[in-house]
């Protein structure tokens, strides 16, 4: 079976590249960039260029499928690089192609706020997509990097799979009508999504699941589950937004970076300002056979299994990394 996780954010070490290979995850869609701008993005794919040297043996940059092939007949686990925030393009929309060169293959129009491009899911008014937004799009679709609309709002995400020539992605979030959380995506906006041959990663981050740290893997697996019966099976994938061994102070990075002097508790709260605990059957990289098992238990067959746990993935890569040039 092939395994491919479409977003995480751990404090990575040789330990967790380790955890990748135990749990055979074969491929792992990785944020490089929060709120960093252009140069220190770069930096951080230097940092990563290091990783790739000092753990040949566990890990190989990814730029497309191809490179999932070759990570899994070599036993390693395959790198793809993406931004939750736009800022690495800063105002420039030449920026785009740089990035992708160096290996960026997703990026989302906006964290929680308004960004130059869309409007975030934590913003009062929804205008859509901006008028650069809509010629960003259009490059990213032109290059082969992808529209992640994870923590947009409503409308800015249904205008942008409409926009865009491409599928779109919402790499890490579950349905809001099983969960209502901000973050969570209403059904209008995941058919939007995935009726343009879109795709939905389902998130393990505890704010996104009913009942927090406490959701069972069986109440998990029934909301992929009622999600297949809605949208189609083909649609559905792994994003567990696993954000392992982080120190809280960079959940306080991700939700107020450089736009507020006062603090902002996102989806948490002053009581509960940090990283919550996962859920016990999904602490690291080998939780995912727990997922793969609690599958088959709410009835998926095989190839369903195989197909929400990494194929589909696999085949939207394919897909989407090589551009519309």
């Known amino acids: 079976m092939m395994i491919i996780d479409n977003l995480q954010y751990a404090n990575w070490s040789e330990k967790i590249f380790n955890q990748m290979r135990e749990g055979n995850v074969d491929a792992v869609h990785v ?6 701008t252009f140069r220190e993005t770069v930096l951080n794919f230097e940092k990563w260029n290091l990783w790739f040297e000092n753990y040949s043996q566990l890990i190989i940059k990814g730029s497309t499928a191809a490179d999932i092939d070759l990570a899994k007949k070599t036993n390693r686990t395959a790198i793809f690089f993406g931004f939750q925030n736009p ?5 420039d929309i030449g920026l785009i192609e740089i990035l992708h060169t160096l290996g960026a293959r997703f990026m989302q129009l906006t964290y929680n706020n308004q960004s130059l491009l869309a409007t975030g899911c934590y913003e009062d008014n929804d205008a859509g997509i901006t008028r650069m937004g809509k010629q960003v799009i259009k490059e990213m679709n032109r290059v082969g990097m992808v529209v992640d609309m994870s923590h947009s709002a409503d409308h800015s995400t249904i205008q ?11 790499t890490h979030a579950n349905p809001f009508s ?5 973050r969570n995506k209403r059904d209008k906006v995941i058919e939007a999504v995935v009726s343009n041959g879109g795709m939905i990663g389902f998130s393990l981050y505890p704010h996104h699941l009913r009942n927090g740290s406490h959701c069972t893997l069986s109440d998990f697996c029934s909301m992929i589950a009622q999600s297949a019966e809605k949208y189609g099976v083909e649609s559905l994938g792994i994003g567990s937004d696993l954000c392992q061994d982080q120190p809280d102070s960079i959940v306080e990075w991700m939700r107020v970076g450089r736009w507020s002097k006062t603090m902002d508790y996102g989806e948490g709260s002053a009581d509960n300002p940090g990283f919550p605990k996962q859920p016990d ?30 194929k589909n993935w696999y085949n939207f890569y394919a897909n989407n990394f090589v551009g519309l040039d």
């Open 31 to 36: 944020t490089i960039s929060y709120h960093e």
């Open 87 to 91: 800022s690495p393009i800063e105002d």
């Open 160 to 170: 942008a799979a409409e926009i865009s020539e491409s599928p779109i992605a919402i």
């Open 178 to 182: 099983w969960h209502p959380a901000l």
């Open 281 to 310: 059957w999904f602490a690291d990289n080998r939780g995912f056979k727990n997922i793969a098992k609690g599958l088959t238990d709410v009835g998926f067959d095989e190839y369903d299994v195989e197909a929400i746990m990494g």
